[in-house]
């Protein structure tokens, strides 16, 4: 599997899922449109699609979840970009969904992309309900992941810690990588094994990113040596999840991979 075909899919099936919304009122639509289709890595789908390959399907089985996990990332964001959350004024290069249209339109449009979210797992092929029970999984974690964060914050400065770091790691970051992989084995019809196998990969691809941007950013809560150790090894746990998986798993690999050779 190639990234550029399968980012293709990605990108279509986002705008027909958006139009699912409705025509009315346009602000609130304009700011989910913004919001989704502002551009972004599309990680999450592509690993969703990615998983329906690796347990032997076909990336189309799979491209009504990638876009619901998308979506549903894409509600984290605006509403973690909030003043009352991280007050972010700038996200991949524009204005973030509050500065551009108001906090009250962006709390709406998160709110209207987390119930479109759902609308749109609900399109899959097969396994709908372990689906979007997967995909509710993975918005409470996120959630729980961000509550905990906030609870870190004392002074307008977070104190960090092994427990806090590892749970917010696990929820507000992994949780979202494990439901694009469950969900895309489960799209494609999967085994119990497999979808296991392929939730193992994520969560440890979720972990490694997460230390990545630690090492990149230099605010992790381990020295640099540390920080880069753990990336290796959730790296390594990563693809070794792999292993017994039927179909290709390639792109799955230099996924992980990657994530050790970024530079931003």
Known sequence: ???EPHRDLVEATLTEAL???GERPAALLEAMRYAVLGGGKRIRPLVCLAAATAVGG???DARWPAAAIEILHNYTLIHDDLPAMDNDTERRGRPTVWKRFGEATAILA???LLSLACRVAAKAPRNVEAIIAALGDAGVGVVRGQAEELSTVADGARRPSTDHDD?????KTADLFVAAATMGALAA???????AALADFALNLGLAF???DDRLDGDGLFAPDETERRARAATDAAIAALSPLPGDTTFLRQ????????KN
């Open 58 to 60: 076909a990336a189309e």
């Open 210 to 212: 997460q230390y990545e």
């Open 189 to 195: 019809g999967g085994s119990i094994d497999q979808v």
């Open 167 to 171: 749970f917010i790691y696990r929820h």
């Open 110 to 112: 998160g709110d209207a």
């Open 255 to 262: 996924l992980a991979e990657r994530l050790m050779e970024r």
């Open 19 to 21: 139009a699912l919304a």
């Open 1 to 3: 599997m190639t990234a």
